[in-house]
């Protein structure tokens, strides 16, 4: 090897050897467990992880408080909720995870793919063909008129029952996506208007206080969808918009 070749050679490996070194940390990082602010549980084929250690996990949900949207039988599905609680004690939040028991693939599934739009409601259906369901519903006022016991009585008589429902306003969420291979997660959320909308003190601050809401909204969306494609099911709940109020 000709000296300038060598050289070359050697200025490579100086290079190399501190991006290999970088690499190998980032990889034992990512494998790394969860800090120990985050809480974590096991739903089915899925992980629920929560955005800090304020959560406190409620355990699985009785089957009937999430009816299956499949139609027909043979398709396990388990169910988690966890509670957001303020320093005095308050119920500020409520999220329901509902996915597949196991990893046992299914195809020809078939999903009530209805995604209805409602006055009132930020409604974003993503379903592109009849055999997908993929629809994200966002209701502002939920505690108004009865609205939340209404849509969903079986959830909200749980929630109830396991004091997990906000005292004041709140608004909820609920995504669904499904596949024909029957992969299947669905999320239902319940939140204190103060995590997602900001105190307005003009015109301009009123048109845009509900952008954080939005932008939260589809966060959790495509966390659920992507939570799908992880061998493990990894699904963490975003953070919410505005701080915990204290």
Request: proline fraction near 8%; glycine fraction near 4%; charge should be positive.
């Amino acid at each position: 090897m000709s000296r300038s070749r060598l050289s070359i050679a050697v200025a490579l490996r100086r290079t190399l050897r501190p991006a290999l070194l970088a690499s190998a940390v980032a990889a034992l990082a990512a494998c790394a467990p969860l800090q120990p602010d985050r809480t974590e549980a096991p739903v089915g084929r899925a992980r629920l992880v929560l955005p800090d250690a304020a959560w406190k996990d409620l355990g699985v949900v009785a089957a009937d408080a999430l009816p299956s949207p499949f139609r027909g039988a043979g398709l396990p599905l388990e169910t988690r909720a966890a509670v957001l609680h303020d320093a005095q004690g308050q119920v500020l939040a409520a999220v329901l995870l509902q996915t597949n028991a196991t990893n046992h693939p299914r195809t020809g599934a078939a999903w009530q793919t209805d995604c209805p739009r409602e006055q009132g409601l930020l409604v974003d259906d993503r379903a592109t063909s009849p055999v997908r369901v993929d629809c994200l519903r966002f209701k502002r006022w939920a505690d108004q008129a009865g609205w939340a016991t209404q849509q969903h009585p079986e959830m909200m008589r749980w929630l109830q029952a396991h004091k997990a429902v906000p005292a004041r306003p709140y608004s909820h969420l609920s995504y669904r996506y499904g596949t024909e291979a029957g992969a299947f997660v669905q999320v239902h959320a319940l939140a204190d208007q103060r995590l997602l909308r900001p105190a307005t003190r003009s015109n301009e601050e009123f048109l845009h206080a509900g952008v954080p809401a939005r932008d939260w909204s589809r966060q959790v969306a495509d966390a659920a969808r992507l939570s799908t494609a992880m061998l493990d099911g990894h699904f963490a709940l975003p953070a919410f918009p505005l701080p915990v109020p204290q």
